[in-house]
């Protein structure tokens, strides 16, 4: 059981930044790969970046390519997710997830555990 806790929403303008952290308990955390997920008032949950288990490699939505980051530091089992240039359509709960599987993770049904979600509000 891998429980996650994520921190580091809150309100922001537009164009500014905000890093998103999630941390996991128990002692599993370098067999999963990791992703966030975001879900809009109304819409469904949507990928937004997902890491290997060894930070090597990295996905992410066309929608925040180029802006986003996702980072993982297995010593301290902690995934972040630096978010640049932010815009309204940003605006979402941000939830962390692990997965046992490997691959291309871009899909909610692939992700075993999940966090409670922290808010991101971009103004403009």
């Known amino acids: 059981q891998v429980q996650l806790v994520e921190s580091g929403g809150g309100l922001v303008q537009a164009g500014g930044s905000l890093r998103l952290s999630c941390v996991a308990s128990g002692r599993t955390f370098s067999m999963h790969a990791m992703g966030w997920f975001r879900q809009a008032p109304g819409k469904e949950r949507e990928f937004v970046a997902s890491i290997s288990r060894s930070g090597g490699t990295t996905y992410y939505a066309d929608s925040v390519k180029g802006r986003f980051t996702i980072s993982r530091d297995n010593a301290k089992n902690t995934v972040d997710l630096q978010m640049n240039s932010l815009k309204p359509e940003d605006t979402a709960a941000y939830y962390c997830?692990?997965?046992?599987?490997?691959?291309?993770?871009?899909?909610?049904?692939?992700?075993?555990?999940w966090g409670q979600g922290t808010q991101v509000t971009v103004s403009s």
């Open positions: 997830a692990a997965a046992w599987s490997t691959g291309w993770l871009t899909r909610s049904v692939q992700y075993a555990y």
